[in-house]
């Protein structure tokens, strides 16, 4: 692609510029159920049946109220917005915010100008509502990257994913197989917060795709977590619901290299639903089982059961 054809608009000056400036095996029992008011594997299945799945015909207005209570976009329910919110139309071509993202994405021969390159981006209008650009957080080169589906309040003011209520508790859920943000790399779909914690638009998800997306080839994971059904339909391209895509084992092309991907629930739909995190246990011991077991062994076909 070449940048000269994209408008400024698109492409802002800095970024232009930027020619560069360039195991743990599980823990006990007692750390499994910090992540849960009862063991993470010992719900009854009569208390899971009361939990019902979230309704994928789940309005707008009961997302956000859902997510204002986590302080993150709900991202079990993924509805496509039938219009842009607010804030999300900024007078750019679609096509041509994609286009931007592509080349400058393309262009980053590193994460710390892929960086650059998405701060100096303007084909997204969320940027505008944003304090902050919400890049990464972790140890890039991890064998494991989680992404969330866009950052909340408290991730907006720190200018870091998951660092609000939703990533306490993901901090646990990490530490119950023996990972922590030194040992995994964690980003998000959507760099920037959208306004009152809203549904990210189709538009908006699209323009910000080729970064999220070249992110995850320079980070280079053996395993990619998606977290919740927006960063899960995104990127792994599933057309079920999370309750029944998690836990499953697929391929990822990174554009590197193929490496396993699984979707979990997310930790902001586990605040609100506690007693789902059982399955989330499930898919983390897979996860665990596959990292002791090499890149690719544990993770080859089989899934954490649904
Ligand atoms: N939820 C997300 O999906 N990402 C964050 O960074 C925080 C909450």
């Known amino acids: 692609?070449?940048?000269?054809?994209?408008?400024?608009?698109?492409?802002?000056?800095?970024?232009?510029?930027?020619?560069?400036?360039a195991p743990t095996r599980a823990r006990a029992t007692s750390e499994i159920e910090s992540m849960s008011p009862i063991t993470a594997s010992g719900i009854t299945p009569a208390a899971s049946a009361r939990s019902a799945p979230p309704s994928a015909a789940t309005t707008r207005g009961a997302t956000a109220r859902a997510a204002d209570s986590a302080g993150a976009p709900s991202p079990e329910t993924a509805p496509a917005p039938a219009r842009a919110a607010?804030?999300?139309?900024?007078?750019?071509?679609?096509?041509?915010a994609v286009a931007g993202a592509q080349a400058l994405a393309a262009a980053a021969t590193d994460l710390a100008m892929l960086r650059e390159n998405l701060a100096g981006f303007d084909g997204c209008g969320?940027?505008?509502?944003?304090?902050?650009?919400?890049?990464?957080?972790?140890?890039?080169?991890?064998?494991?990257?989680?992404?969330?589906?866009?950052?909340?309040?408290?991730?907006?003011?720190?200018?870091?994913?998951?660092?609000?209520?939703?990533?306490?508790?993901?901090?646990?859920?990490?530490?119950?197989i023996g990972l922590d943000r030194s040992s995994v790399y964690i980003g998000n779909v959507i760099p920037w917060r959208p306004p009152g914690n809203r549904t990210p638009t189709p538009q908006e998800v699209a323009a910000c795709m080729p970064f999220i997306r070249r992110q995850i080839e320079l980070a280079d994971p053996d395993f990619l977590i998606c977290l919740g059904a927006p960063s899960a339909q995104a990127l792994m391209e599933i057309s079920t619901g999370i309750l029944k895509a998690r836990g499953r084992w697929q391929d990822f092309d990174t554009g590197k290299r193929v490496i396993r991907a699984m979707a979990t629930l997310h930790p902001a739909y586990l605040l609100r639903q506690p007693s789902q995190k059982r399955l989330a246990w499930r898919d983390l011991r897979a996860l665990r089982r596959a990292l002791d077991a090499g890149a690719g062994d544990a993770a080859t076909g089989s899934d954490a059961g649904g």
């Open 126 to 176: 969320l940027k505008l509502s944003a304090k902050s650009l919400v890049f990464a957080d972790g140890t890039s080169g991890a064998r494991v990257m989680l992404v969330g589906e866009a950052p909340g309040s408290e991730e907006d003011r720190q200018g870091k994913p998951f660092v609000g209520r939703s990533g306490q508790l993901l901090d646990r859920m990490l530490a119950a």
């Open 1 to 21: 692609m070449d940048r000269r054809h994209l408008s400024k608009s698109v492409l802002s000056c800095s970024a232009m510029a930027c020619s560069r400036a």
């Open 86 to 96: 607010p804030g999300a139309a900024v007078g750019l071509d679609p096509q041509e």
